[in-house]
């Protein structure tokens, strides 16, 4: 399934850019083929000691797509699903999210293929100082610059820092984002992916004429985006009706105690029991009578099977890739609002852009100053896409693509052609 995640990326991408011409406004460039090819894909066997002494071979990646409007930006995912179709497919839709977001970075992904939540935390710190020190000089803090994602938080991006700085002997903070605080990291980098979905769905229901807190919501997935997203949507009133993780789903219609539920849900795990709730199938969640769905895990989770049963009157993807393009056309067609994942979750890396500028100051800002400036460029992407969404009588996904497309279009085009 995943192999193919980069072939269905990529009709998606030739759909919304045919109606921009950019082969007659960029003529001779061959700009189709320059944008839907990573720049350069690294692949490589990445062998870890387990404790016991014995040696585990995982493939491991590093898509770095394209950088026309500034360095390689994207997370690392540790997980048994990666492969290098998807790996490539998140690094494009990385370079089309900055470009969404008006952040000066290209976009890229990495990711190794493992079962990380079955290895000890010894084996893990060696697997992530392995990854880096491969990679080597193939990152920097001009050059790529890796973050967090799935499986991947502020523990090994910390090790990731230590590893680069080790082997390059040189400390620069700015090689990575997602750090903790103590090593350089911005505040606000751990909720950031999750307040920037909360800032679109307000912007969003503001387009349907609701507000927060008459909405019962939704959210597959009670990972780090998913359970920030759940926990400010909470704070303003919101019924969090459901949630989910990989193994269970909770449902309570008068709505959750999100803050208990986020209590006992050390990692994203949701407990095995739950006293103020029903336990209902993970499937069901995606279909439950509710206002606003929040798909905050993998790909694919909205299909072309489950999109006809979908009652929630707004989607805001959190997760990258929830929705198939079929399941794309079909909610089109039954005017459900989508706030498509390339704006919907760009408020991390707006925030990992936040903590390479701080640290290239090495001036730190307050949580308020981070917050207010995620805020703006949240909000100010929403409307941009919004406004050409209305003025074109198109999605909200086919205007985020078509504005991406055309500013990374322009960029390419002006670094001339020799
Ligand atoms: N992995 C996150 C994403 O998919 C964050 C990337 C970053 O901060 O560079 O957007």
């Keep these: 399934m995943a192999t193919d995640v980069f072939e269905l990326a990529k009709k998606h991408f030739f759909r919304y850019a045919e109606p921009l ?10 700009i189709h083929e320059h944008l839907t090819t990573p720049d350069r894909s690294i692949g490589f066997r990445l062998t870890v000691q387990r404790d016991d002494g014995t040696l585990q071979v995982c493939q491991a990646f590093r898509v770095q797509f394209n950088d026309d409007r500034g360095p ?35 976009g890229a992904k990495g990711g190794v293929q493992v079962d990380y939540q079955s290895l000890s935390l010894a084996e893990k710190e060696r697997l992530t100082k392995r990854y880096t020190l491969v990679l080597g000089n193939d990152i920097g803090p001009e050059k790529d610059i890796p973050a967090p994602d799935v499986n991947k938080g502020e523990l090994e991006i910390a ?43 307000v912007e969003a229901l503001k387009d349907l004429g609701r507000s927060l807190d008459d909405c019962t919501i ?19 009133g919101a019924k969090i009706v459901a949630v989910s993780d ?19 849900s ?8 739950f006293a103020n709730a029903e336990a209902i199938d993970r499937d069901t969640l995606l279909t439950l009578d509710v206002d606003v769905l929040v798909p905050a895990a993998l790909e694919n989770a909205i299909t ?90 198109i999605t909200l996904r086919e205007a985020a693509y078509r504005i991406a497309i055309e500013r990374v279009a322009e960029a390419a085009a002006r670094r001339g052609v020799q």
């Design 72 to 106: 390689y930006k994207g997370g690392v995912r540790f997980h048994p699903q990666v492969d290098l179709g998807e790996t490539k497919a998140l690094a494009f839709w990385m370079y089309l999210k900055t470009a969404v977001a008006d952040i000066p970075f290209g």
């Design 21 to 30: 011409n950019l082969e007659k406004r960029y003529p001779g460039m061959d």
């Design 304 to 393: 072309e099977k489950n999109a006809p049963s979908i009652k929630a009157k707004l989607i805001a993807e959190g997760a990258n890739g929830p929705t198939t393009p079929g399941a794309v056309e079909i909610l089109a067609d039954r005017d459900i609002l989508v706030i498509p994942d390339i704006l919907c979750n760009a408020g991390g890396v707006t925030v990992s852009y936040f903590e390479w500028v701080q640290n290239r100051q090495e001036f730190y800002w307050t949580l308020h100053e981070v917050n207010e400036k995620l805020k703006a460029v949240m909000v100010t992407a929403y409307h941009t896409v919004s406004e050409l969404a209305h003025r074109e009588d």
């Design 218 to 236: 939704a959210v597959q997935g009670f990972g780090n985006v998913g359970a920030n997203a759940a926990a400010l949507l909470h704070a303003v």
């Design 246 to 264: 990989e193994r269970r789903a909770y449902y309570n219609k008068k709505g959750l105690p999100i803050l208990d539920l986020l209590a006992q």
């Design 159 to 201: 090790w990731m820092l230590d590893t680069w700085r080790m082997n390059m002997g040189s400390y620069q903070r700015g090689v990575v984002t997602g750090k903790p605080v103590s090593l350089g990291g911005s505040k606000g980098r751990r909720e950031a992916t999750g307040r920037g979905v909360f800032y679109t769905i």
């Design 266 to 273: 050390p990692g994203g795990k949701l407990p095995e029991t």
